[in-house]
C-alpha cells in the first residue's frame, strides 16, 4: 500500500513561489501515473501537474510556464515548484496517485490514493 504526504505549502504575495513536495513511501505499484491536484474553496478538484510512468509530464492551461513537476531518482519525492504565483493559485494541494487518471485534469474520482493534502494562500 502506497502512502503520500505532502509539505511545502504555505501563504505567498502573488508573484512568489512555493515548492511542495510529496513524500512516498510504501510499495509504489509498477505503472502508476503521479500528479498533484488542486481545490479551491467552492469549486472542483482539478489537475495540476502529472507525471506518467515514461516520464512524461502535463500540466493543467492555467499553470503551464509557471509550474514544474519532478520526482527524484529513487522515486520517493514527488516536488511541484510553482512560480509566479497567482491568487487563482489558492486552494488544497493533494499528492495523488493510481493507473489511470480518468478525464484528467478534470476529477472524476476513480484515483485511489491520496495525501492528506497541503494549503497554499497567494495574496494580491
Known amino acids: 500500500q502506497v502512502q503520500l504526504q505532502e509539505s511545502g505549502g504555505g501563504s505567498v504575495q502573488a508573484g512568489g513561489s512555493l515548492r511542495l513536495s510529496c513524500v512516498i513511501s510504501g510499495v509504489m505499484p509498477s505503472g502508476y501515473t503521479i500528479g498533484w491536484f488542486r481545490q479551491a474553496p467552492g469549486k472542483e478538484r482539478e489537475g495540476v501537474a502529472r507525471l506518467d510512468p515514461d516520464g512524461t509530464t502535463t500540466y493543467v492551461d492555467s499553470v503551464k510556464g509557471r509550474a514544474t513537476i519532478s520526482q527524484d531518482n529513487a522515486k520517493r519525492i514527488l516536488t511541484l515548484q510553482m512560480d509566479r504565483m497567482r491568487p487563482e493559485d489558492t486552494g488544497m494541494y493533494y499528492c495523488?496517485?493510481?493507473?489511470?487518471?480518468?478525464?484528467?485534469?478534470?476529477?472524476?474520482?476513480?484515483?485511489?490514493?491520496w495525501g492528506q493534502g497541503t494549503q497554499v494562500t497567494v495574496s494580491s
Open positions: 495523488a496517485t493510481d493507473l489511470f487518471f480518468p478525464r484528467w485534469p478534470l476529477y472524476v474520482g476513480g484515483i485511489g490514493h
